[in-house]
């Protein structure tokens, strides 16, 4: 398969386009926004810090941080908790499929740091039917979210998307922090403040494709009309990564000094999910190309992961015993 030469994007992902160079389009208007980017990271990291300030000490908690146990999240907590000092509540979407390593590693990271954690576990009976449809029906979703991740993926982080922004209103938490790596979130959304108009709509949009699956079973995840209604500001949705230094090896470094492991029975583009292995083997079949093509094709455009590296995650095959695992339990 052809891939762009600068980064790892195939020729079927949607709009590579490539040159005669071989450069897809997503590189080529890379190259002429580089200056721009970095002076957006400055200028976030700096808004950041000024929202930190003025946020601390001004509620219960300062900060939600949608806490999955991977790798990424995990330092952001780390962060916002010791390079910030802020009061933090972690929040996990139990999916049920979280490695158990990654429950290990939320056991030891939450007392060491010392945070509160509030695990949020929804009936299995209704995620095992939205996760079994979302992997037969892409169709839930438009191309463009495809491109970003799976179907399964998309359900399960609209499923979180909302429990996140419930819990924030109902506790009136001013800052929801995700884990988003710099290539999946872009620096333009990195801080990003909505109104409750916005929110309640953004709300509705996750919530419309799990509606069509599981009709009003899936209503209790998402802000109720008493917290939309209460709400005189809604938080601040923040990327973190975005705009600090990203760096695997550091990251690692960090987090392991505190205890936290790599899974040894995730994919290499998850550090706390089993279900990803079964979504990349769906997607790939229905789209052509991984579904994590486009996280690492920015990492390696922007100098964060070696294409060598990339070209390796993307390589590697799914272990077939999880995804078998994963089939059986979702009645596939």
């Given at each position: 398969?052809?891939?762009?030469?600068?980064?790892?994007?195939?020729?079927?992902?949607?709009?590579?386009?490539?040159?005669?160079?071989?450069?897809?389009?997503?590189?080529?208007?890379?190259?002429?926004?580089?200056?721009?980017?970095?002076?957006?990271?400055?200028?976030?990291?700096?808004?950041?810090?000024?929202?930190?300030?003025?946020?601390?000490?001004?509620?219960?908690?300062?900060?939600?941080?949608?806490?999955?146990?991977?790798?990424?999240?995990?330092?952001?907590?780390?962060?916002?908790?010791?390079?910030?000092?802020?009061?933090?509540?972690?929040?996990?979407f139990d999916n049920?499929?979280?490695?158990?390593?990654?429950?290990?590693?939320?056991?030891?990271?939450?007392?060491?740091?010392?945070?509160?954690?509030?695990?949020?576990?929804?009936?299995?009976?209704?995620?095992?039917?939205?996760?079994?449809?979302?992997?037969?029906?892409?169709?839930?979703?438009?191309?463009?979210?495809?491109?970003?991740?799976?179907?399964?993926?998309?359900?399960?982080?609209?499923?979180?998307?909302?429990?996140?922004?419930?819990?924030?209103?109902?506790?009136?938490?001013?800052?929801?922090?995700?884990?988003?790596?710099?290539?999946?979130?872009?620096?333009t959304s990195a801080?990003?403040?909505?109104?409750?108009?916005?929110?309640?709509?953004?709300?509705?949009?996750?919530?419309?494709?799990?509606?069509?699956?599981?009709?009003?079973?899936?209503?209790?995840?998402?802000?109720?009309?008493?917290?939309?209604?209460?709400?005189?500001?809604?938080?601040?949705?923040?990327?973190?990564?975005?705009?600090?230094?990203?760096?695997?090896?550091?990251?690692?470094?960090?987090?392991?000094?505190?205890?936290?492991?790599?899974?040894?029975?995730?994919?290499?583009?998850?550090?706390?999910?089993?279900?990803?292995?079964?979504?990349?083997?769906?997607?790939?079949?229905?789209?052509?190309?991984?579904?994590?093509?486009?996280?690492?094709?920015?990492?390696?455009?922007?100098?964060?992961?070696?294409?060598?590296?990339?070209?390796?995650?993307?390589?590697?095959?799914?272990?077939?015993?999880?995804?078998?695992?994963?089939?059986?339990?979702?009645?596939?």
């Amino acid at each position: 398969m052809r891939r762009c030469s600068l980064c790892v994007l195939p020729e079927t992902f949607p709009g590579a386009y490539f040159d005669d160079e071989g450069l897809c389009a997503y590189c080529r208007q890379h190259k002429n926004r580089q200056g721009w980017i970095q002076n957006q990271r400055a200028a976030m990291r700096a808004r950041f810090d000024s929202l930190v300030q003025d946020i601390r000490g001004q509620n219960v908690y300062d900060c939600l941080v949608a806490w999955s146990g991977g790798k990424d999240s995990t330092y952001t907590l780390f962060m916002l908790r010791e390079s910030y000092r802020l009061n933090v509540l972690a929040v996990t979407f139990d999916n049920g499929f979280i490695s158990p390593a990654a429950w290990e590693n939320m056991e030891r990271m939450s007392e060491r740091l010392g945070v509160d954690h509030l695990i949020v576990r929804p009936r299995f009976d209704l995620l095992r039917q939205i996760f079994a449809t979302a992997a037969q029906d892409a169709s839930l979703y438009s191309e463009k979210a495809l491109t970003r991740a799976s179907a399964i993926c998309n359900a399960c982080m609209s499923l979180a998307k909302g429990v996140m922004l419930r819990t924030a209103l109902e506790k009136h938490i001013p800052l929801i922090a995700y884990g988003w790596s710099p290539g999946q979130s872009p620096i333009t959304s990195a801080i990003y403040k909505r109104t409750p108009e916005m929110a309640q709509a953004m709300a509705k949009t996750l919530m419309e494709p799990l509606q069509r699956i599981a009709g009003e079973a899936v209503r209790p995840y998402f802000p109720q009309e008493r917290e939309w209604s209460g709400a005189e500001a809604v938080p601040y949705d923040v990327s973190p990564l975005a705009f600090w230094d990203y760096a695997e090896a550091h990251i690692r470094e960090s987090i392991r000094a505190l205890g936290w492991r790599d899974p040894a029975d995730t994919d290499p583009n998850s550090t706390n999910c089993l279900l990803n292995s079964l979504a990349n083997v769906v997607h790939m079949q229905q789209k052509g190309y991984h579904p994590y093509a486009l996280e690492l094709s920015a990492l390696v455009r922007e100098g964060y992961l070696d294409r060598e590296e990339a070209l390796r995650r993307l390589g590697i095959a799914q272990d077939s015993q999880v995804v078998e695992q994963v089939r059986n339990k979702l009645g596939l």
